[in-house]
């Protein structure tokens, strides 16, 4: 990239980030302390704050740049993910978004222990939600690696390292000092940045072919080198019988793994009532379904405009489609257009993982905090001191994830987060299902549903072609590959929901009806809801 791109890119990035750190630290210094207010931010956002806030926390780096650059180089196969974020968006708010609003009060661990022993069910819940919540973040600081490299034209691991560990920095900064307030307003603006900036880039898309999509599709297949087998199902995930599974155990943990992802669920706890989180949620499908009706277009464009081999030249897994196609769109390399156009989208890539992590970040030190360290805490520690447990947490998970981005540099984003998901389905569903519809359910099951997808999905995903033994692996020279699939949900999910059931059914322990009864009461009506 020449020198005037990576000078605008950085001057708008850093302008991101001065706004945000502005926020933050205006927040930090009218905060009040309590638990309540860094863990659900006062409760005080109206929906439609809170669906920019969700749409934002939701639409990461994998969407942004993995999404569209799985289309760009798969065709049909890519649309997978984005139809699979976008639909699971409707098992959220039919299944979880008001119910978990009523029922908990800042994790996922509160509804599941409302009517169990709290220290066993916490701890489960809390182990899932950290790990998930890791998985997650090591695809956004994969993203940010991707993003330096382009930007400043340097593919050294050095520069990604220096990179993963700035936005790192930046992410546990802002979750310190600001907590759960200071994190939505950075979601609701990297919302409308992002949206913005997608909807300019789809219209120059579609002016560049004239308005006509058939055209569109035509010349990206033409430039796939596949013909028509580039908009047809298979050029991915047809090959053989374990690539067809590989297909449906995808499918299955994007639609069933956003009702698990902690971050999520725990936006929901930043309204005031149960009617707002089903406001919030019917907001955030708007602006998320448009989002990736734009993403598909983009990344049929970046195949027509840009093509395959130079996706591929610039990052193998193709997440930098969308900052090319942006620098084609403006006129190329040297054009004051592409400049700009390229300086835009870089920043807003940066913006939303600035976002992303540090949402996430806060939902997983929220887990440390209120669910690890609250059952293992003696009876007389202060809820003050839990906070303070919840920003020390932050700084241990950014370290983590770092590590673990730095090892996955060269894997593309949105299959990371799919990896995500296919954990939280396994984990966190199973055990959220239950706890909310089946009066029998107990500690034990509520714990062997929690382990029983948590244990199956991980040790899967470090037997699998992911981990080693193929070239595209993290350790490509050693062979531990005994699951020929990529994405595990297929065989944790079912895991995860047996184990509930068994572990019920096994069980000495009799249902307290009084509580299902008051949290059906409550999950439903809103009564007694914090």
Not at 132 to 159: C, E, F, H, I, N
Not at 320 to 337: C, I, N
Not at 469 to 497: A, C
Request: charged residues 10%; hydrophobic residues 55%.
């Amino acid at each position: 990239m020449t020198g005037e791109h990576q000078t605008l890119a950085l001057l708008l990035f850093i302008g991101f980030v001065a706004v945000t750190l502005a926020i933050t630290t205006w927040v930090s210094r009218r905060r009040h302390g309590s638990a309540e207010e860094f863990y659900a931010g006062g409760r005080l956002f109206s929906p439609m704050e809170n669906g920019f806030a969700v749409s934002g926390d939701y639409v990461s780096a994998a969407s942004f740049l993995g999404v569209t650059g799985l289309i760009a180089l798969y065709g049909y196969d890519g649309l997978l993910y984005g139809v699979g974020f976008l639909v699971a968006w409707l098992v959220v708010l039919f299944l979880v978004a008001e119910l978990v609003r009523n029922c908990g009060r800042f994790t996922l661990a509160d509804v599941v222990a409302a009517r169990m022993s709290e220290r066993p069910v916490r701890i489960a819940a809390g182990t899932a939600s950290v790990t998930v919540s890791v998985l997650y973040l090591v695809a956004q600081m994969v993203g940010a690696g991707s993003l330096v490299a382009l930007l400043l034209g340097r593919t050294s691991g050095t520069a990604q390292a220096w990179t993963v560990i700035g936005v790192g920095a930046l992410m546990v900064t802002y979750v310190s000092l600001g907590g759960m307030r200071a994190t939505t307003w950075i979601q609701i603006v990297k919302a409308v940045l992002l949206l913005c900036g997608t909807v300019v880039l789809t219209v120059l898309v579609l002016v560049r072919f004239h308005g006509d999509l058939d055209r569109l599709l035509v010349t990206a297949a033409e430039r796939s080198g596949h013909g028509d087998a580039f908009l047809a199902p298979g050029l991915k995930y047809g090959g053989s019988w374990t690539a067809r599974l590989d297909f449906i155990s995808l499918g299955l943990a994007l639609v069933l793994g956003t009702a698990g992802l902690p971050h999520i669920l725990s936006r929901f706890y930043t309204v005031p009532t149960a009617r707002a989180a089903r406001r919030s949620a019917v907001w955030s499908i708007g602006l998320i379904g448009g989002f990736y009706l734009m993403a598909i277009v983009l990344g049929f464009g970046a195949a027509a405009v840009v093509g395959p081999e130079a996706l591929r030249r610039s990052n193998a897994a193709g997440n930098t489609a969308m900052p090319l196609l942006a620098l084609d769109l403006g006129g190329g390399v040297g054009s004051t257009g592409g400049t700009v156009l390229f300086a835009m989208v870089a920043a807003v890539a940066f913006a939303t993982i600035l976002a992303v992590v540090a949402g996430i970040t806060l939902a997983s030190s929220s887990s440390v905090a209120h669910d690890l360290y609250a059952s293992l805490r003696r009876p007389q520690s202060k809820v003050r001191g839990e906070v303070a447990v919840a920003r020390v947490a932050a700084v241990g998970i950014g370290i983590v994830a770092i590590g673990l981005g730095l090892l996955a540099r060269d894997l593309n984003v949105a299959f990371l987060v799919g990896l995500a998901f296919a954990v939280a389905a396994s984990a966190n569903l199973p055990a959220l299902v239950y706890s909310l519809f089946w009066r029998a359910f107990t500690t034990r099951g509520a714990v062997w549903a929690v382990y029983g997808g948590l244990v199956p999905a991980l040790v899967l995903v470090l037997l699998s072609p992911v981990v080693s033994g193929s070239p595209g692996s993290l350790f490509p020279d050693i062979d531990l590959q005994y699951f020929p699939l990529q994405n595990p949900g297929i065989v944790s999910i079912p895991l995860g929901f047996l184990a509930g059931w068994l572990g019920t059914v096994t069980s000495d322990e009799v249902a307290d009806e009084g509580k299902f009864a008051e949290t059906e009461v409550r999950s439903l009506t809103g009564a007694g809801a914090v």
